[in-house]
């Protein structure tokens, strides 16, 4: 009878897996029409803590001074995270998230709050006027041989690239390459291009891991969020 | 030296749970100097996000009682670590660790957040962030 009391201390995905395996090796699965199938449950990307950790060897963060300031000033109480705002990419969480591609759109399902879309057909991004500065931007998205590109303008200045603060202006402008490059790996390379906040392009490189057997769960940050006014100090 | 070995868990700890932390940091809310261990009574379960939260009360030798909130992780990380919702139940005696707040609500129970769960036939239960998704 004790037996059936024990809770498992074994960490497993929604579908009967183990979180901690390692991810599945094998070629890259493909479509009918021969561009690599992108499906799946997804856990990493970015490191979550500081993205200068995934920049090229010997390379900084080519922040401006005065942004750098403000960065050192902000207080941990100031992270959208903590108030449950969006955390776009090239900011990621320890959570999984589900990539769709289709052939009008690709749509990223983030466990930690939100989705995204990403406009396939073509079109352009509007300009002037037309483009609201908003938390994820607007996205369109192409092929490039196996790798998914997906460009992205018109963002606030309000989120930040990882739970260091790196910060933004609503000049940024993102590029996203995945590439999956095995059954079990996709490979995701960011060029951040924000002339106000920084001095030069720079690009940030991870990867993510696929899931098997692994679903997504619903996660409303807000509905019980008793840690805000509580945060002290400043960010790491 | 106990006090020593408490100082060096709670870096540890603090170190572990800080790459995989979701929401917020937990330098930023609780503070790695004040570690609590105690015994009580489950009185309520908050099944939320962005964590989850039990609440207990503990009962001194003069029968004082002291309530607590503790955070634990969200639903999603609970559940791939083999919760269900219904694993810890009000009523259910359990043993915890875990670390209090720098600074919490001026009235009600005492907040911290859960390092470790026990359950009254000695289980233990995953708690909090340290172990999550990432490896």
């Given amino acids: 009878m004790m037996l059936v009391t024990v809770m498992p201390l074994g960490a497993q995905t929604r579908l009967g897996g183990s979180i901690r395996a390692n991810p599945p090796s094998g070629p890259v699965p493909r479509l009918p029409d021969g561009k690599p199938d992108m499906t799946g449950v997804w856990l990493g990307g970015l490191p979550v803590g500081d993205i200068s950790t995934a920049l090229p060897k010997g390379e900084t963060m080519p922040i401006r001074p005065e942004w750098k300031k403000k960065m050192d000033a902000f207080q941990a109480t100031d992270d959208p995270q903590a108030h449950c705002l969006p955390l776009p990419p090239p900011r990621f969480t320890p959570y999984p998230w589900r990539m769709v591609v289709t052939p009008a759109h690709t749509f990223f399902l983030y466990e930690m709050y939100d989705w995204r879309q990403v406009f396939m057909d073509g079109r352009k991004h509007p300009t002037g006027d037309d483009l609201d500065p908003t938390w994820k931007g607007h996205s369109v998205g192409r092929w490039e041989g196996d790798t998914l590109i997906i460009d992205t303008v018109g963002y606030n200045d309000k989120t930040w690239f990882d739970n260091k603060g790196w910060p933004h202006s609503d000049q940024l402008h993102l590029v996203e390459r995945y590439t999956r490059t095995d059954l079990g790996t996709m490979k995701v390379e960011m060029t951040i291009d924000d002339p106000v906040a920084y001095t030069r392009p720079f690009t940030v490189t991870g990867q993510a891991r696929l899931m098997p057997k692994e679903e997504l769960v619903e996660y409303i940050c807000d509905e019980n969020n008793q840690d805000a006014p509580y945060l002290q100090g400043a960010k790491p | ?135």
Avoid at chain 2, 106 to 134: Q, R
Wanted: aromatic residues 8%.
């Fill in chain 2, 1 to 135: 030296m106990k006090q020593l070995a408490c100082v060096i868990t709670a870096v540890v700890l603090a170190a572990a749970t800080q790459p995989a932390s979701a929401h917020h940091s937990f330098a930023a809310q609780y503070d790695a100097k004040q570690h609590v261990a105690l015994k009580g009574v489950v009185t309520k379960v908050e099944w939320t996000n962005p964590h989850a939260r039990f609440y207990i009360d503990e009962k001194n030798d003069q029968g004082e009682v002291t309530s607590w909130n503790f955070e634990m992780a969200s639903p999603n990380v609970l559940l791939r670590n083999g919760w269900k919702r219904t694993s810890l139940k009000i009523g259910d005696q359990v043993t915890v660790t875990g670390y209090l707040a720098r600074v919490g609500p001026p009235a009600g129970p005492k907040m911290a957040i859960a390092e470790s769960l026990t359950a009254a036939d000695g289980t233990k239960m995953f708690a909090s962030t340290a172990t999550d998704l990432s490896r």
